[in-house]
């Protein structure tokens, strides 16, 4: 009895350290693999965006606003296969009888609201449009932009699908924000089969006294991504 | 100038204070809610189980068994639909070409291994086993187990399905572990319309020097779900 | 063994007339239901769509283009919530790698292209566009228009989402083309748990020498769906 | 305007030969290929199966038992990967508030019932087991065997999530029945973006007297899918 104790002991120790060394499975960037970015709109990385108040820090401290820059413009220069899965609500949307915390707030603040899906009206600038910077890159031809997804993740929207038909199975993952749409994004790729890393200064999260969404995000990256890259790391394998 | 910067400096104040009085949907229980248990299996909640060195102090914190249990006895008592949805490993499962890091370790330790779909040989009392008290609840009429789901969320089971086809709409979620299989089904129900709320003392976490599984969770409940409650709490609205 | 094989026989026998006397679980409308129309646009509805050569019997055979404003009629005078799921193809669209027939069919002969998602360019009359008798009710706050469907289902679109987030869990279904899209919606809404009927002349399909798309549907509706309407029969019910 | 008219009349005439000219993508058998079998069970394929009466004759036409061992006989020879999507039923599906025709049929006959998903109690030559005369090759390491779709399609299923996680984007598809499980699987691989083909003969469906599921399913294999084999030209292709 005694001896099992001692070998269910040595067992626990040894699972713990397995643990403690969490295993980094890694990422190789080949032609199989893509970026994608989820949501770089003005309400999420422009001061005039309806949730600086509460991402600001974050998005600063991170440097996150060039961060996604140098993963665009790396992309435009090397010819990479970049998505991007933005954030719309439309009228229809403010009637949904069922709403979680963040969605109820979303729709409160008018966050991502656009006229309608076949009108630009009031579009260009507003906080669902790109921030500034990032419509020379977005508009080129490197850069495929999907169907809006409508709560977090990419399970209505076509991302997965547009990945498959392009021929990707690997993703590196960058955007905001993210421990909600990033990293909805990472667990339902993860899902769908895809080897997914994830780029943790591209991204940002809202700082609350009680909430610390980066943080969050920090340890599911850590647990669910096959890799987790810095901006420095990512742009230094790209370049090879 | 003066004036659009005060303008702007208070609109910031307001939506930060918005944020910080996140709103909370709240959710009412009724013909349509049913229970959701996600892997309430021996190599979590057992002390024998292939996770406990990691997971169980934060098992033992929240009073998680005893938790579940108290929800198993509470739908048995007023015949609740309990769904189940379970984690399982077979050996093509370890086949696997792409996994992330937490899917390596699993497979590494061999966690919620079972020798096969068609044959029970080995199950009884192992780490995928249900956890021994458990099992005469989920044996009883109220209680439907699923598929097992596959990687973390219930992409790949028919937990939706089974809920939709009973007549289900919204789900009081709680069980096996927090930041990854509770959560990814609480995050993948939202994006399949249901009202979801979490048990937040009926689950629990991987809890290591740099990672707190427990803490992650509890942000993405409170930013995701529609309510977040105690167990004591839901069990007073579960008997009324 | 005699006795064996006769029982068989009868066993049999009765399965067949079961068969033959295939349910009929028939479909309530309550106010839980939404009319879901695919595809009402000029590329299958116009004779100056592109596939009018082939499409353009079976929609003036079974009157599909009155049929289909029927149904959008009654449920503006009603205030029934109607989703309309369009088809759009964008530039990025023709570079897929992989391509079923249709699929490649329909990117060469330049079926619902549109400029891109975020112009409205060139988009006024094209085929992408709607049936130009069709605009005064889908233009009308009881309808939604959902994000398009890429392939012929809504696996990769928000149909599913939307309907659940309003409340809807039954649909009757209508729209183009019977076979590929509209069967595809039914196919896949059955499959997300939604009670599903089809309104079989508010719907056509394309007809070749060895191709008959529209008998091709009438079987998997009968065997698929829980009811299967005529235009004049479901606005009967309507009408209640 | 005569001119105009000219021009349309030639545009509707050579989109219409177009058509007639259906386009065959092909379909290039490699390394990324796994072949996929539904529901090769004995209520399917089996004298003694439930539906025998209404798809018998259609199996026995196409010669569907033979073909499907030839393909499981060839994988096995070549080590070739077969993903086995089933059917199975227990008690809690036969209390589904929502079914469509065939679900209730299905329901109804007992079809493809097991006692449990953790018991093997009366499986063993059950209408649910396999065709007996396979179970040879499925019980071999060539052979996954994913968890049971509940309705018709994989949906439900890990069966894409395998495929993926095994590395394959091209399937070869085969299987019971024509125009519904096996025409479900194709539909919806091919909205999660996998390269389909469908091999015709090794296949067969319900064939009643207004009611040709065999027929149905060969209007849209031909539609939908990159290519349709028959057993014996894929045979060919296989053994290259």
């Known amino acids: 009895m005694?001896?099992?104790?001692?070998?269910l002991a040595i067992v626990l120790v040894s699972i713990s350290s397995v643990f403690a060394q969490l295993p980094d499975p890694g990422f190789t960037i080949d032609e199989n693999t893509a970026i994608v970015i989820t949501d770089p709109q003005n309400d999420f990385l422009s001061p005039n965006g309806v949730t600086w108040g509460v991402v600001g820090k974050?998005?600063?401290?991170?440097?996150?606003?060039?961060?996604?820059?140098?993963?665009?413009?790396?992309?435009?220069?090397?010819g990479i296969k970049v998505f991007v899965s933005p954030h719309y609500y439309y009228k229809h949307d403010h009637s949904w009888k069922i709403e979680g915390a963040l969605e109820a707030l979303m729709h409160k603040i008018g966050m991502f609201d656009r006229k309608g899906a076949l009108t630009t009206e009031g579009f260009e600038g507003s906080g669902a449009d790109w921030l500034d910077k990032y419509k020379k890159y977005i508009n080129d031809d490197n850069v495929i932009v999907t169907n809006p997804h409508k709560v977090y993740g990419p399970e209505s929207n076509d991302l997965a699908l547009q990945l498959r038909k392009h021929g990707f199975s690997k993703v590196i993952l960058a955007g905001m924000s993210a421990n909600l749409?990033?990293?909805?994004?990472?667990?339902?790729?993860?899902?769908s089969g895809f080897d997914v890393s994830v780029v943790k200064d591209a991204t940002a999260a809202a700082?609350?006294?009680?909430?610390n969404g980066y943080e969050a995000a920090l340890v599911n990256f850590r647990m669910i991504a096959s890799h987790v890259f810095t901006t420095e790391e990512v742009v230094k394998e790209l370049k090879k």
Chains 1, 2, 3, 4 share one sequence.
């Open 181 to 191: 749409c990033t990293e909805s994004h990472m667990r339902d790729l993860v899902e």
């Open 207 to 211: 700082i609350l006294p009680d909430i």
């Open 2 to 7: 005694e001896k099992i104790k001692l070998t």
């Open 58 to 78: 974050s998005v600063t401290e991170n440097n996150t606003v060039d961060n996604i820059e140098t993963l665009f413009k790396i992309a435009q220069q090397k």
